[in-house]
């Protein structure tokens, strides 16, 4: 049966009708390819994602920021960069989490809820346990079992739920999120209780859902007790067959977890990719030209093997280099990629309207963690961070796919328990870094609270821009119109609608090098150009499979010569956490539709951009992927 979202929940206010046209960046960069100190996040941002247009929620583990709230530390903000990003202001409002939420995971639900679940024990000073209520300084929660919501809001009105009637039923840290086609999530693994790696008495092999299904009991996932101990945020991502991908330590699976079946994947070439090796790490661009086929990419991590992780001094371990892609729906081998200039771990891939990739923050030396160790730099397990980001090409010839012509370098290092996030303006965000069990500004690698935004080369170009975008988009179905004046197309109006794109984003939950549920898909499109020099873009809808993008708010971009115009927001779906509606697609207008309207002012030509341009292969590409969504949710209803 359908999955009804909780009546406790608050809904986001998307309603029916058509957005406003869009508009350019209000707030000036330091030029393409640069960082830009912008302001201070509060709390360390161990975790943090994008809530709204000018909402940033940052969320930290339990420690003694100097930010208070109801009497005791903050380790939760939102961090609203004034009404339309200007960030001079960059005012911060303290959030009373309740609850520990170190390392916790987070998604993002069908009807635009944000889920935070899982978190440590309650500590005071140190991160040490409390063993009594006098030494409960920091008035924290047990977070293990929480499931903690936030409804995000433009007014500073909201705040999070955190309500002990829905906690699950057994402890997680480091847990792994990932939404899925009927908007509800899959929570898998994590630790019972605290560590660097797992082991066989602290491990939580299962997995569970939310909304809860069934009794709320959790599911034994095999992968997660043969995997031990580089197990924790196994790395995840739902696939568009409705399988889940699942990759951490030395090993891969498919999970088709509608029938609890799991099928072995290949090893995991050349390194750990999950934390503690931590590598960067997220799925390529779903596009027509594609399919909208699922690749994943992991870059850098750790080559320490399960015997050496307790024994090894790790902050002297290199970082890989090595990268690696795999298509799971379509192949069961991996695919070499360029290697990295230099090992990383601990670097954020961040998926760019363009379509490139721009990797940030990581280290060349050691894995994720901290301890007391002799040998740690302080407490870090990592060194020798790296200040020079990429620009990853995915679709370049091999060989010439990472590039860092014409980006500067960070001044701020970017070590354990540091985020990132692409903003709707185009711009990235970045904060965090606290390799410590406590606020520090006394080690080498101490507590960081500076906020940068990084401006890729588009930023001060005229962004594309257009009306006509509807606030709400179905899977399959009409298609709809966006129109772009003839100032929008430059000197050859045919070549710009030519290399044309118009994409849905989603940005994801950032921690521990993870952005999950980060997505990129292109939508379908064709143009008409008007004797106003004005063209009319047609636009196909979500592809008819929720698994290729699973219901919610996401961010849409129209795309012109590079140029991404401003984001904005939209509700992918019914806006419920239920079965999705699926439709078979209408076909665009194209190069015979024009032929049925000779003697008019208009002239239809399809898009070179990888859409479909003869619509009988449009057709057949989207009635296969029709008929799979559809098996999809009948396995949903069983």
């Known amino acids: 049966m359908p999955i009804a979202s909780p009546p406790w929940l608050i809904l986001s206010s998307f309603v029916s009708g058509v957005l406003a046209q869009t508009g350019q960046p209000t707030w000036q960069s330091t030029g393409a390819g640069t960082f830009q100190i912008v302001g201070n996040s509060g709390v360390s941002a161990q975790q943090l994602f994008l809530g709204t247009k000018n909402k940033v929620y940052i969320i930290d583990k339990v420690e003694n920021n100097p930010l208070r709230v109801n009497g005791h530390a903050a380790w939760g903000s939102a961090n609203p960069a004034s009404t339309e990003y200007d960030l001079t202001d960059n005012t911060v409002r303290a959030m009373d989490v309740v609850t520990n939420t170190f390392c916790a995971g987070g998604a993002l639900l069908g009807d635009g809820t944000w889920i935070n679940v899982g978190g440590n024990q309650e500590v005071t000073y140190g991160g040490l346990s409390v063993n009594d209520t006098s030494q409960d300084l920091y008035k924290d929660g047990d977070g293990r079992f929480a499931v903690r919501f936030l409804s995000p809001c433009e007014d500073s009105s909201c705040n999070w739920v955190d309500d002990k009637k829905n906690y699950m039923k057994t402890t997680r840290w480091y847990p792994t999120l990932e939404t899925l086609e009927d908007g509800s999530v899959i929570i898998i693994g994590g630790n019972l209780y605290g560590g660097f790696v797992s082991s066989t008495d602290n491990n939580n092999p299962t997995y569970e859902y939310w909304p809860r299904r069934g009794e709320g009991v959790e599911i034994t996932l095999n992968f997660l007790q043969t995997t031990l101990p580089a197990n924790l945020y196994p790395l995840t991502w739902l696939l568009p067959s409705g399988n889940l991908f699942l990759t951490t330590n030395w090993a891969t699976e498919i999970f088709d977890y509608k029938n609890n079946v799991e099928h072995a994947g290949p090893p995991m070439p050349h390194a750990v990719r999950t934390y503690p090796g931590s590598a960067a790490n997220t799925m390529l661009p779903m596009t027509p030209a594609n399919n909208w086929t699922a690749t994943m990419v992991f870059c850098g991590g750790t080559d320490l093997q399960p015997n050496q992780w307790r024994k090894t001094v ?91 012509d014409g980006l500067s370098a960070s001044t701020v290092p970017r070590l354990y328990h540091s985020s990132a996030t692409l903003l709707p303006d185009g711009s990235v965000f970045v904060s965090g870094s606290n390799p410590n069990p406590d606020v520090t500004t006394t080690e080498k690698w101490s507590t960081e609270w500076r906020v940068e935004r990084f401006y890729p080369a588009y930023y001060s170009e005229h962004r594309p821009e257009y009306s006509g975008l509807p606030a709400k988009l179905g899977y399959g179905g009409p298609y709809f119109n966006l129109t772009l004046a003839s100032s929008e197309l430059g000197p050859d109006p045919a070549s710009s609608l030519g290399n044309t794109q118009v994409v849905l984003m989603r940005f994801g939950f950032s921690t521990h090098a993870i952005n999950f549920g980060q997505k990129y898909v292109q939508l379908n499109n064709t143009y008409t150009t008007n004797s106003d020099g004005s063209a009319t873009l047609h636009v196909s809808q979500v592809p008819p499979n929720p698994a290729i993008l699973a219901p919610g708010p996401a961010w849409i971009f129209v795309v012109v010569n590079g140029i991404p115009s401003m984001g904005q927001e939209v509700m992918v779906g019914s806006g419920k956490i239920e079965i999705q509606n699926v439709t078979q697609p209408a076909p665009l207008p194209g190069v015979f539709a024009a032929q049925h309207q000779a003697g008019n002012s208009t002239n239809t030509s399809p898009a070179s951009n990888g859409a479909s341009t ?25």
């Not at 009635?623 to 949903?636: E, K, Q, V």
């Open 314 to 404: 790790v902050v002297n371990v290199p970082a890989s280099a090595s990268c690696v892609r795999i298509t799971p729906d379509v192949t069961n081998t991996f695919e070499e990629d360029d290697d990295l200039p230099d090992g990383r771990v601990m670097g954020n891939f961040i998926l760019l309207p363009n379509g490139k990739i721009f990797l940030v923050n990581g280290v060349n030396q050691g894995v994720a963690g901290y301890g007391n160790d002799s040998w740690a730099v302080g407490h870090s397990y990592a060194d020798s961070p790296l200040l020079q980001p990429l620009m990853y090409d995915p679709n370049a010839p091999l060989g010439s796919r990472f590039s860092a």
């Open 614 to 638: 003869v619509e009988l292969q449009s057709i057949t590409l989207l009635t296969s992927i029709f008929a799979t969504s559809l098996a999809g949710a009948a396995a949903l209803l069983l």
